[in-house]
């Protein structure tokens, strides 16, 4: 058995004293070695980053300059094709802005209904708190004219 241990890096002590320079060194040029083609492939990363955001910044420029598509070219079948999707599309809209319009409604008849109720119980617990506090003071009022008698 050997009397050298092993770190948790993987580095054998010597004597007790530390460890082997040698593998300390060969450890640290890698790790430098590992830092320096990180911050390369950073830097390439960065060069093709801005590069493409060029590309995309003409390819949005192309793209707003191109005329809408119509499928007119591709044949009078292909065109009712079109057609017919657009408009399955814009009945697809309306109902679901119809739908929304009825949801928007029925909520806003909801909050009335709960802010209608929520007022009638605040003024429940509003009259049972007066008719408490007027029952306490006239039995106050009570004791304290016992009290002077």
């Avoid at 890096?9 to 007790?16: C, D, E, L, N």
């Avoid at 009825?102 to 909050?111: G, I, K, N, W």
């Amino acid at each position: 058995m050997s009397s050298a241990s092993a770190s948790p890096h993987g580095f054998v002590t010597v004597r007790g004293r530390g460890y082997r320079p040698e593998q300390v060194d060969a450890c640290a040029e890698a790790l430098s070695r590992e830092r320096d083609a990180a911050w390369e492939r950073a830097a390439r990363l960065t060069v093709l980053a801005r590069e493409m955001g060029t590309e995309l910044d003409r390819l949005r420029e192309t793209v707003a300059g191109l005329a809408p598509q119509d499928y007119a070219s591709l044949g009078e079948r292909a065109h009712r094709l079109f057609r017919l999707g657009q408009e399955e599309a814009d009945a697809v809209r309306e109902g679901g802005r119809r739908g929304a319009e009825e949801l928007v409604e029925r909520a806003r008849a909801r909050a009335a209904e709960v802010r209608e109720s929520a007022r009638a119980d605040a003024d429940a617990v509003r009259a049972g708190a007066d008719e408490w506090a007027r029952q306490r003071l006239h039995a106050a009022r009570a004791e304290a004219d016992e009290a002077r008698i």
